[in-house]
């Protein structure tokens, strides 16, 4: 599971979101196609947040805007299919290798930092070779709607193909949440440090 932050300035706890809320959101990017994800939202939050988007590729990821607030939520499915297992594999490998180091070499902790950094570095080359394009295939698309959408906020330019009537706060910087279970969780940790 994971969650990353972008922005970061407001605290949302003053409207009541809970971890309840954000383990809703990312069971919701796995029933999305199974319910009408705006009259779920539209429930589960009583009317304060809209549905901005739903990407409906792989990574499948659905975005939410609170009405009044700076704040926004994105949250992404995690694995579904044997396309996103083989994700799974590329992008948690160089994680699988250093803790199968650290029972072979106890200390493997204590060593300098420069030293575990080449391990990952020469550990990386495995997921070029187990699949890729996964960058492009998984995070690259969830980066691109994150620096567009908020390139577009700060801008104030109009955005094509959302209704944006409801949104009192349509303009200016924002709080951005990403989050997700599984691969969702790896993707937004990704997507949030970049």
Sequence with gaps: ?????????????????????????TQLAYEADNYD????????FNGTFKLIKIHREEPFFFHIRHKEADLDFIAIRGTDNLIEMMQDLSLFVEVGIFETLQ????????LPISFIRQIIYYASYIEGVINSDSRSAFDEPVERYV??????????????GIDTKGIKNWNGPTTLYLTGHSLGGGISEIVAAN
């Excluded at 029972?103 to 204590?110: A, D, E, S, T």
């Design 1 to 25: 599971d994971g969650f990353g932050e972008l922005g970061g300035t407001e605290d949302f706890s003053e409207f009541d979101l809970t971890v309840l809320d954000m383990t809703v959101l």
């Design 37 to 44: 994800l705006c009259e779920v939202i539209d429930v589960w």
């Design 103 to 110: 029972w072979v070499v106890p200390f493997l902790n204590g």
């Design 147 to 160: 620096q567009n959408y908020l390139q577009r906020l700060e801008s104030n330019c109009t955005f094509n």
